[in-house]
């Protein structure tokens, strides 16, 4: 299983990026991926999550209306837009996946076990 992060970068606050988690080695289309982060000091936390069976989605409250997760089966891809970023949203963003993991709307269940090098976003004041 390999997850490779790309589409990091630094924007102004208000600006967007949008990442990708290119996914390789296994069968996509089994698979949970999330999207998490980790600030410097800070704990890592789940940001959005996706069902690559179902669609179904997830996002952490800070992120909801501003943040975006979408599957692209066919290249095996997960994108994660960003939009109206903030300072605190500055974080490496790392990608992971796991075939356990149930996404529903309201929660996240299970251990993804299978994690990307990360990307980091900075987002200027």
């Known amino acids: 299983v390999q997850l490779v992060e790309s589409g990091g970068g630094l924007v102004q606050a208000g600006g967007s990026l949008r990442l990708s988690c290119a996914a390789s080695?296994?069968?996509?289309?089994?698979?949970?991926i999330g999207w998490f982060r980790q600030a410097p000091g800070k704990e890592r936390e789940g940001v959005s999550c996706?069902?690559?069976?179902?669609?179904?989605?997830y996002y952490a409250d800070s992120v909801k209306g501003r943040f975006t997760i979408s599957s692209d089966n066919a290249k095996n891809t997960v994108y994660l837009q960003m939009n109206s970023l903030k300072p605190e949203d500055t974080a490496v963003y790392y990608c992971?996946?796991?075939?356990?993991?149930?996404?529903?709307?309201?929660?996240?269940?299970?251990?993804?076990?299978?994690w990307g090098q990360g990307t980091q976003v900075t987002v200027s004041s």
């Open positions: 992971a996946a796991d075939r356990e993991v149930v996404v529903t709307t309201g929660e996240v269940t299970g251990l993804f076990h299978y």
């Open positions: 080695g296994f069968t996509f289309d089994d698979y949970a």
């Open positions: 996706i069902s690559s069976n179902d669609g179904s989605t």
